[in-house]
C-alpha cells in the first residue's frame, strides 16, 4: 500500500516526478547515460539548469524583473550565513519566528550586528509578532515566512523600506504573494521542489556588491550568478528532479491553482482539529500554517490506539518535532486531499473509540 506522505521534509513527492526522475537515473535523454553520470557541463544538463532556474521566476512571476536565480548546495542552513556574508555591512533586522529564524539569526551574529525586531520566542513560538517597526538604515530585514517546526506561518508581511531576506524554506511555490516585495527569497529543495541536495535562491541583483568585505568566491551570490549556477558541479539529481516538480507545479496551473488546493486540505485538517474534543491545535489560530498542522493528543490514554490506527491506515510521518512533541501533519503541495481525508477519518474515529 502506497503511503500517505506527512514527513515535514524530505517529504513527498509528485508520482510523475518520480517516476520520471527514475527514468533519468536509468537513462538521461535516451542517451545511453545515467543522469548521474553525465557532465554538468554537457548541453542536456545545461539545459535543465537554465529551464529550473527559468522556470522558478516564472512561477514566482519575476521573470523580467531584475531576479536572478541559483540553485546552491548546502542547505537553507548555508543562506544563513551567505545572507550575512553578501549583505550585512553594519546592522540588520531579524523577526524570530522559530528555531530556524533562530539560526540564521545566530549566523548573522558571527559577521555583525543583528537586532531582534520583534520575537514570540517566549510563547514557544506559537504565534506571529506583529506591529513592529523595521529601521530604514538598516543593511536588510530577514524573515521566515513558515515556521515548519511550530506550524505558524505569516499572512502579511510588514512594509519594509529596505531589502526584505525570506526564508521560504517550508512554504515556497505553495501561495500567491507579491514576491517583488521581496529582494532575495531562499528555499532548501526538500519540501515542495525535490530531494535535498539543492537550494533556491532567487535575488535581485542590484542588492548586491554593498559591502566592503571580501566574500569567498563559494559563499558569494555575483560568482554563482556570473557562472549561470555552475560555480562548481552543481547537484544533477537534485537540478533536475526539481525542474521535473516545478514543470507539473506549471502543468497544473501554477501557484494559483495549487493555492486552492492548499486552503482545502489546510481547512478539512483544522476543522477536524477544532471540532475534535481529543486534539487541541499547537499554534494560535489566525497564524496557522497551511503547510504543518501542529496539535497535540489532549488524552495521553489514548496514544497507543491512535498511534496504531495510524499505522493501519498507513498514515506516516505525523510525529511532531522533538522540540515540540505532539503531531505535526506536513501538507506540502504533492500531498493529496484524500491524504488529508484519511488522517482525519482516523482522528474522527478515535473519538467514537474514547
Ligand atoms: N528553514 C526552514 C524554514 C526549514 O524548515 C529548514 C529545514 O527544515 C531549514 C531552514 C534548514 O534547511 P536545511 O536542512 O536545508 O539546511
Sequence with gaps: MKKHNFSAGPCILPQEVLLKASEAVMDFNNEGLS?????????????VMEKARSLALELLGLEG??????????????QFLMVALNLLEKRAGYLNTGTWSDKAIKEAKIYDDVYEVASSKS???????????????????????????????????????????CDMS?????????????????????KNMGPAGTTLVVIKEDI????????????????HIDKG????????FAVYTT????????????????????????RVMYSEIDLNPLFKGYSVKEDRSNMNATFTLINDNLKDTFETMLKEAGINGINGHRSVGGYRASMYNALPLDSVKALVEVMSELETKA
Design 208 to 223: 548586491l556588491g554593498k559591502v566592503s568585505r571580501k566574500i569567498p568566491s563559494i559563499m558569494d551570490y555575483k560568482q
Design 243 to 266: 525542474m521535473l516538480t516545478l514543470e507539473w507545479l506549471k502543468n497544473l496551473g501554477g501557484i494559483k491553482a495549487i493555492e486552492k488546493v492548499n486552503e482545502m486540505k489546510a
Design 35 to 47: 543522469l548521474l553520470e553525465i557532465s554538468h557541463r554537457s548541453k542536456p544538463f545545461v539545459d
Design 123 to 165: 510563547a514557544g513560538f506559537n504565534y506571529i509578532p506583529k506591529g513592529y517597526d523595521i529601521p530604514s538604515d538598516y543593511d536588510y530585514f530577514h524573515c521566515t515566512s513558515n515556521n515548519t517546526i511550530f506550524g505558524t506561518q505569516m499572512k502579511a508581511f510588514p512594509k519594509c523600506d529596505i531589502p526584505m531576506v
Design 229 to 236: 549556477s555552475m560555480y562548481n558541479t552543481p547537484p544533477v
Design 170 to 190: 517550508s512554504d515556497i511555490f505553495s501561495r500567491t504573494l507579491d514576491f517583488t516585495k521581496f529582494d532575495l527569497i531562499y528555499a532548501g529543495a526538500q
Design 65 to 78: 524583473k531584475g531576479y536572478k536565480a541559483l540553485f546552491l548546495q548546502g542547505g537553507a542552513s548555508t
